[in-house]
Antibody, heavy 119, light 109 residues
Framework: EVQLLESGGGLVQPGESLRLSCAAS????????MGWVRQAPGKGLEWVSA????????YYADSVKGRFTISRDNSKNTFYLQMNSLRAEDTALYYC????????????WGQGTLVTVSS | QSALTQPASVSGSPGQSITISCTGT?????????VSWYQQHPGKVPKLIIR???NRPSGVSNRFSGSKSGNTASLTISGLQADDEADYYC??????????FGTGTKVTV
């Protein structure tokens, strides 16, 4: 059974940084693209970023480009989202997911980790 | 990249059919057959119910069907059931290699 477990969320002040992790199990990790989707409280879904199985290709939403970096460690079955220069509008529940293609919908989702950016 | 446009809410009675629209542009919905649909119950994780316009993942009820015409995709739920009450989101691949979601539709049964 595929399982995805996010960690690293928390409360930070504007301008600070945070790194989210997503640990995967139950799948040949390096075979799959992975990604992040977020959902602000009471709002809709927003695609954030994706990374290919090898890690060679990365993709970002315009709203986070230049501030967020996605990466993966296939030896640890884990991928990451480094979030710098955080803003209040980055406050959301961040879901990690397994993508069917690199920029593709998730067929498996984690439970989400909450990031709150507030002074 | 602007969000795809969905109606805020759609309602129907048990057993009826409803259709949710998802309107984009030629740079997303109209340009690619990579439209997906998700169901999200309150407080729950989204669930993929349609991918590539009309394909249902294994285990998804055949009461859910998808289609596309031009820049607008549609999700039809037939034989509406109480458990179908949820939020529904579409998404599409875009010309700049990103994914864009729709604004979301609350379905009331």
């Amino acid at each position: 059974e595929v399982q995805l477990l996010e960690s690293g969320g928390g409360l930070v002040q504007p301008g600070e940084s945070l790194r989210l992790s997503c640990a995967a199990s139950g799948l040949p990790f390096s075979n799959y693209a992975m990604g992040w989707v977020r959902q602000a409280p009471g709002k809709g879904l927003e695609w954030v970023s994706a990374i290919s199985g090898s890690g060679a290709n990365t993709y970002y939403a315009d709203s986070v480009k230049g501030r967020f970096t996605i990466s993966r460690d296939n030896s640890k079955n884990t991928f990451y989202l480094q979030m710098n220069s955080l803003r209040a509008e980055d406050t959301a529940l961040y879901y990690c997911g397994r993508a069917l293609g690199t920029v593709d919908p998730f067929d498996y989702w984690g439970q989400g980790t909450l990031v709150t950016v507030s002074s | 990249q602007s969000a795809l446009t969905q109606p805020a809410s759609v309602s129907g009675s048990p057993g009826q059919s409803i259709t949710i629209s998802c309107t984009g542009t030629s740079s997303d919905v109209g340009g690619y057959d990579y439209v997906s649909w998700y169901q999200q119950h309150p407080g729950k994780v989204p669930k993929l119910i349609i991918r590539n316009v009309s394909n249902r993942p294994s285990g998804v009820s055949n009461r859910f069907s998808g289609s596309k015409s031009g820049n607008t995709a549609s999700l039809t739920i037939s034989g509406l059931q109480a458990d179908d009450e949820a939020d529904y989101y579409c998404s599409s691949f875009t010309s700049i290699s990103t994914l864009v979601f729709g604004t979301g539709t609350k379905v009331t049964v």
